[in-house]
């Protein structure tokens, strides 16, 4: 390939300021450093964390960025010292690095790697690369970089920590959402809550990641899945991965919570928060039997208040946990995630409601924030 070792002019999506549709640009990408790898990106999905940094109500930004960490694409060339990697891979990028070497790697207790929960200011959401530089550039100005991974642009450098290898007959429209979305609420199941089977679940929040915990309580034996959304229209493909009943807040005399107690004689085993905000985590927190019940948190939402917590409430036997990408550790399991997508064992197909050519990407986040889709593929 003609490019190795030269900038390439490529098109990208950048955010140059809050509140703002994204900008199809024309930017130029560096030429991977040591321990780096330029990426061509093929598929690339949109999800909610894309608009927190150009969300007005987020407390600081890094602008201007190209966002995007939920993609998949090919290796076009290797920096110094990369061994894992060859031009013709086929990868993901992975917002969640595993160095393998740091205290944290070198854990079971942890998925974290301590090239993210060690850095301070912009190197914790990876804004630059290790050397505190940019590897983009539009219209003579430095971007910032988006978790280390910015799928939003033809061509992305990342970290050779955080790019995972994954089979080459991998379909990368699909296997795309191992990034982010569907790895974050299956494993938010699986590894988080270690869903037991028997056991009665709720979740609160039936988006890309929503619909995934559903298909990890279902594929770890629960009995009884509970799913929570004020949007009904999103209850029948609920239904379809697993949910055996579906709650509106909106359609109910009373709280949620007590609902799901009164249904379930005590209230559920297992409780994940997939939307976020305080309302959502008092109720996930509530709905949850005492004794053990446990409640995950896994939604973000920008410029909330937080939950007010009473030592009384865990004293009885409640827990409360949160999870970051499910509780994989990402170089290790994504490639098996993509095998296991091949073997059939979790449905990919029924999370994508749209394809969209990438230029249409400003499209992409208004179906998202309308609730009129679940994860719309953008194709370069």
């Known amino acids: 390939m003609g490019t190795k070792g030269k900038v390439i002019k490529c ?3 950048v955010a140059w300021e809050a509140g703002k549709p994204l900008c199809i640009e024309e930017v130029e990408v560096d ?6 790898v330029r990426v061509q990106i093929i598929a690339t999905a949109v999800c909610h964390s ?8 987020a407390e600081e930004t890094f602008l201007p960025v190209i966002l995007g960490h939920e993609g998949a694409g090919i290796v076009e060339s290797v920096g110094p010292g990369v061994t894992g990697f060859k031009p013709g891979d086929k990868v993901i990028p992975l917002y969640t690095p595993q160095c393998k070497k740091c205290k944290l790697c070198l854990s079971p207790l942890t998925n974290l790697c301590e090239k993210i929960t060690l850095a301070k200011g912009p190197a914790f959401r990876q804004e630059l690369m290790e050397d505190n530089t940019s590897r983009f550039t539009c ?14 642009s033809q061509y992305t450098v ?11 007959d991998a379909n990368l429209e699909r296997v795309c959402l191992l990034g982010c979305g569907f790895s974050t609420g299956y494993g938010a199941a699986l590894n988080t809550a270690k869903v037991t089977p028997g056991s009665t679940c709720a979740v609160f929040g039936l988006g890309g990641v929503g619909l995934s915990a559903i298909m990890g309580c279902k594929a770890a034996g629960a009995s009884r899945i509970i799913a929570i959304d004020i949007n009904s229209e999103k209850f029948t ?11 509106n807040p909106r359609d109910l005399d009373k709280p949620v919570q007590e609902v799901i107690i009164e249904m379930t004689n005590g209230g559920v085993d297992f409780a994940f928060d997939c939307a976020g905000g305080s309302e959502v985590m008092r109720a996930a927190l509530d709905c949850v039997r005492v004794g053990w019940g446990s409640c995950t948190l896994i939604g973000v939402a920008m410029g909330d208040k937080g939950l007010t917590i009473s030592p009384l409430e865990l004293i009885m ?12 550790k990402s170089v290790d399991s994504v490639p098996k995630l993509v095998t296991d997508y091949k073997n059939k064992k979790f449905d990919l197909d029924a999370l994508v409601t749209h394809t969209l050519p990438f230029d249409k990407i400003n499209e992409a986040f208004d179906l998202l924030h309308q609730g009129k889709s679940i994860r719309t593929v953008l194709i370069f």
């Open 139 to 152: 219209k003579g100005k430095p971007i910032y970089h988006f978790f280390g991974i910015s799928t939003f």
């Open 237 to 247: 493909k609920a239904k379809a991965l697993g949910a055996n009943d579906c709650l």
């Open 317 to 328: 036997g409640r827990t409360i946990n949160g999870t970051a990408f499910g509780g994989w």
């Open 158 to 168: 990342v970290s050779d920590k955080n790019l995972a290898k994954i089979d080459d």
């Open 50 to 57: 894309d608009h927190h940094p150009i969300d007005p109500k």
């Open 11 to 13: 098109k990208a999506a």
């Open 31 to 36: 030429p991977p450093k040591a321990h780096e």
